[in-house]
């Protein structure tokens, strides 16, 4: 393809993707496509001869939005958000223009330097504590791989900096919530720990955070049965409810006992941009890892996790490996920083342009206007559900997400509401279990939800219940 050819077919691309952000409110949120439906509109094998992309876009018109799930629909309030926005798909088309392969500072200077400066703006972004400035920040790919890098460098610590030559030896312990995101567990799996070795700490049964006296019990019994315990996961809006753990109780507990804090605010840190939401950092100067991910609430496409380590050096001696054929001046000068050492690949992309471009074009009162809007919204819709006698919201909800269910229903009355609303395909909505109780989950997000979204899924929520 010639940069001529690249033009025409790319701003063609361009105006599909306009139209299609453009169109989406008429779309149904996620696609009535049956397993196998979408493959079977595609053919067997690659053709023999390029075609020069003829008829691309009517077959993705055809075949690709049909069997999509629009998580950019205004009426999208499955899961939680992945937001993207405008300047962030720019971002990522310049950056897979460059096509830079940033694995060290070497292979991409600008790659790392603006990757640097884009964590230490959003640190400044979130107010983040001191201890997380200054070049301390990282992009993963997901929160899942943020938890995993902070497991395998606690594990690292925890065993006198043995870890790295002999693997896991002995017995060693993962706390969290029974909260807790899934990754955790997955993290333990792979990082050779194994589900036996990750604590459910119990949690308060009406906030449903973490109870720092039943994280304290059980390091003491770990301890007492020789178990090391290596690492502490506190969660800052948790996946089901948006529960936020008590960090200062538990910093002082990890503090005290020498493990590593590792705080998992997924979803909720975006909502620190905010002045009034900064209460979520309390606690944070205790912890040893912070991560967050702008790909959900902060108009950041996936994939975009960002990660902040109190000491990068905890990682560089857990994770560096240097093969002959990387070494080069700059890295052995101590002066640069290779990010290949923060992570599990060696290669990386340039994610920081999109940050960049969404940073540049919000602004701090944008972005913090995006996180008002979300939060507004998600309360109007509570409101509005406490204001019907057959319906109770079911846990705290302080950032853009409500669990509600039918009060006094069972299970089923409730699972069956969900099915019905959804089949309509005006909104998405998910559920989860809190209390053993089957809860739906509303969660705003999307940049393109009004007022006017809230109300008509509300009507219809009432409509069908
Ligand atoms: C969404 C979520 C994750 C996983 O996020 P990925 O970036 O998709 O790996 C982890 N922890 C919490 C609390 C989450 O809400």
Redesign the pocket.
Known sequence: MTPDEFRELGHAAVEWVARYWERLPELPVAGSVRPGDVAAELPGAPPDKGDRLEGIFTDLDDVVVPGTTHWQHPAHFAY?PANTSGPSVLGDLIGAGLGTQGMMWATGPACTEVETVMLDWLADLLGLPERFRGGKGVIQD????A?FIATLAALHRASGGAWRTDGVRGSFAVYTSSQG?S?IEKAARVAGLGDKAVRSIEVDPSSLAMRPEALRAAIEADRAAGVVPALVVA?I???STTAVDPLPAIGAICREFGVWLHV?A??AGAAAACPEFRWINDGLDLADSYCF?P??WLLTGFDC?ALWVADPADLTRALSVLPEFLRNAASESGTVVDYRDWQVPLGRRFRALKLWFVLRWYGVEGIRAHIRDGVALAQRFAAAVRADDRFEVVAPHPFGLVCFRLRGEDDAANETLLRRINETGRCLLTHTKVRGQYVLRLAVGAPSTRTDHIDATWKLIQETA
């Open positions: 939680f997901s929160a899942s791989s938890t995101h990754s969660t809006g948790t996946t998992d997924a979803y991910d790909h959900k996790d």
